[in-house]
């Protein structure tokens, strides 16, 4: 309990205190340093912020801010083409297109992921086995499914998520998601993500597939045809 006491400050620190969006933060014997903590709680805190989209890591560069995904102020921005086009997105849409992306994110982070990948992937399990309410689980779970689209290592599959996401994030939900996920059915999910991560450890690609299609198939089922 404390040391997540001290990954929690670690991470508060970090998202007060850092520059603007897409600035390099400090190497993680630096932050160490300066913090007074381990290098594994840095890693651990920077695990969690990368789960949550809020840095990015880049190999042989460094680790990144990310700007958050929110709407700006009126006046200041005008919305982007994938802005505006993701406030036209239904929550049909979104399942269709989890229904038909996920397995195949799934399968390739089994092939291609690193054993940094696979720490990440244990974090999210933690989280979302942790979670003990509707907001801390949703939280979680779109943290995994993130996570999970990161270990194909592909930026161009990336890249696509993350606007799904974007899509995802502004989709008028109302109360579809709270009927769904009840505290019966975050259990069976935990289940389920276990065996999507079981099998992303084994390297087994067409397991990883299928296990993230019997998730989604729940998904579909309960939201498309209530």
């Not at 939900?173 to 992303?200: M, N, P, Y």
Request: proline share 4%.
């Amino acid at each position: 309990m404390k040391n997540d006491v001290t990954v929690e400050r670690v991470r508060s620190h970090l998202l007060d205190t850092s520059p603007t969006a897409g600035a390099k933060l400090p190497t993680e014997r630096a932050l160490a340093e300066q913090l007074g903590v381990s290098r594994n709680v840095i890693r651990r805190a920077l695990s969690i912020m990368e789960i949550e989209g809020r840095v990015v890591r880049k190999v042989g560069s460094g680790t990144y801010l990310v700007k958050p995904a929110s709407a700006a102020p009126a006046g200041q921005e005008t919305p982007s083409r994938a802005q505006v086009e993701a406030r036209d997105v239904n929550p049909r849409q979104i399942v269709e297109a989890r229904f038909a992306f996920e397995p195949n994110l799934a399968a390739l982070a089994a092939m291609n992921c690193t054993t940094l990948d696979l720490d990440r992937l244990a974090e999210c399990a933690r989280r979302y086995h942790s979670a003990d309410d509707f907001e801390a689980y949703e939280e979680a779970d779109a943290g995994f499914h993130r996570t999970i689209a990161t270990a194909t290592h592909n930026p161009l599959l990336i890249s696509a998520y993350e606007r799904f996401m974007a899509a995802d994030e502004q989709a008028e939900w109302g109360g579809i998601r709270q009927r769904f996920l009840t505290a019966e059915r975050r259990v069976a999910s935990r289940k389920e993500h276990d065996k999507i991560l079981t099998a992303i450890r084994n390297r087994d690609s067409a397991a990883a597939f299928d296990a993230a299609r019997e998730h989604l198939q729940h998904i579909t089922s309960a939201l498309l045809h209530p």
